[in-house]
């Protein structure tokens, strides 16, 4: 599985135009890890670079990790993904060692699609002034996709990105972009964050 750029076929949906606040804003990187790393390690450029236009704008950063400890936590995923999980304690469940990672930057564990359901990432957010989310990272259809949608009815502005995210195959990532576009987030590249931020830095 591999990385897509995806073509403009979503911009007749990018409608709206918005800048994100470094200000008021959290970078999320979702699940980076080494069980996703055919789709991860192709964005590892425009994530890296997203990683450092926010650290310089002082936007804090948080990377979510997906991992499953018992049946209790499997829910629907077990049934749907026919008990292929990511299990806690394997290599695969660990992060990428090349994320640009800091001490500082705080690690969500979570055991399903959203970074939002129990792990407390919404109380987090608020309880440090945060009112928008950058989503990257991977998969953009799955754990991309349903966290910026939490995010959106939770009442963060959501911006997405287009090139530091990815997923198994062009069709499924242009369709998020659509979606996104059309109903939730702002979208962004590394080009456009970094002449926000570094405008506004």
Same mark, same amino acid.
């Given at each position: 599985?591999?990385?897509? *750029?995806? =073509? ?17 804003? =959290?970078?999320?990187?979702? /699940?980076?890890?080494?069980?996703? =790393? ?33 049946? =209790? ?72 996709? *349903? ?14 990105? *287009? ?12 369709? *998020? ?11 962004? /590249? ?12």
């Amino acid at each position: 599985m591999a990385a897509f *750029t995806a =073509a403009a076929s979503y911009s007749k949906y990018e409608i709206r135009r918005r800048d994100p606040n470094p200000k008021a804003a =959290a970078l999320l990187v979702i /699940d980076m890890q080494n069980y996703f =790393a055919s789709m991860a390690c192709p964005i590892l450029p425009a994530l890296h670079t997203t990683v450092a236009l926010c650290r310089a704008a002082g936007v804090p950063i948080f990377f979510t990790r997906h991992r499953h400890r018992s049946p =209790a936590d499997y829910a629907m995923l077990g049934e749907w993904w026919n008990g292929d999980l990511i299990f806690d304690g394997t290599p695969e469940s660990e992060l990428l060692p090349d994320l640009g990672r800091r001490p500082g930057d705080r690690v969500v564990e979570k055991s399903t699609y959203s970074a939002f359901a129990g792990t407390g990432l919404e109380e987090i957010l608020h309880g440090t002034g945060v009112e928008e989310v950058i989503v990257t990272g991977v998969m953009t259809n799955l754990c991309c996709e *349903t966290t910026a949608r939490e995010a959106f009815v939770r009442g963060f502005r959501v911006f997405f990105s *287009t090139d530091a995210t990815a997923t198994s195959n062009s069709d499924l990532h242009e369709s *998020t972009l659509k979606n996104m576009a059309y109903g939730f987030a702002y979208l962004v /590249d590394c080009e456009r964050l970094e002449a926000a931020l570094g405008r506004k830095g």
